[in-house]
Every structure is written in C-alpha cells, then in structure tokens.
C-alpha cells in the first residue's frame, strides 16, 4: 500500500533553516507529482510547495517564496523541503502529499495520499 513518512521536524529559532524529508512507497513514486502542505493549529491545511514528476518544475505559495526550496530525488523515492529564514508564523505541522497527475496543483482536491506530518515550531 501507499506510504508517505516524513521526518526533519524540529524546534528551531527564527531565522533558522530545517530540512524536511518525504519518504514514499508502495507505488510508482517517479510518475507522480509530489507536494508539501501545513495546517497550524485552529486554521485550515494550506499549500507549501509542489514539484512535478521530474523534478523541474516547483511551484510555492507566495508567503515561502525565495526562503524554501522544493526537490526530488526519485532515484531515492524521496521528495525534500529546505526552509531556511524560518519565522514564528511557520510554525505548523508538514504534510507531504502524493498527487493525483505528473503535473502540480496547490489545491488538496488533486491529492490522493498524505503522510502523517511532521512538527515545525520556530521560536522568536
């Protein structure tokens, strides 16, 4: 069956960086497009970041925008975000989630699996 783990979460102070991983298995994980999203408490899941099938085309949400960066390994089958410049108001848990196409979309209609999440906290 389909399984989505991610790790790297941690506490870190604004203005620090955290790399998160997604792992993925039981299907074919280089035919699909890939994509982060994160919910803090009280609010609805947002979207991140996307990466299509190959890995060259990312896609952000306008308040992540030049401070984290979206990549794929799928020789690894393995899909990363490095957040770096991290505010207080990133802090949130990080979902990875499997899309439904080769190609990425920001809404969580277009995905079909998700991972359990992994805690973000930065401290100001």
């Known amino acids: 069956q389909v399984q989505l783990v991610e790790s790297g979460g941690g506490v870190v102070q604004a203005g620090g960086s955290l790399r998160l991983s997604c792992a993925a298995s039981?299907?074919?994980?280089?035919?699909?497009?890939m994509g982060w999203f994160r919910q803090a408490p009280g609010k609805v899941r947002e979207f991140v970041a996307a990466?299509?099938?190959?890995?060259?085309?990312?896609a952000y949400a306008d308040s992540v925008k030049g401070r984290f960066t979206i990549s794929r390994d799928n020789g690894k089958n393995t899909m990363y975000l490095q957040m770096n410049s991290l505010k207080p108001e990133d802090t949130a848990v990080y979902y990875c989630g499997r899309q439904r196409s080769a190609y990425s979309s920001p809404s969580t209609a277009d995905f079909s699996s998700w991972g359990q999440g992994t805690q973000v906290t930065v401290s100001s």
């Open positions: 039981g299907y074919s994980f280089s035919s699909l497009a």
């Open positions: 990466i299509n099938w190959g890995g060259n085309l990312p």
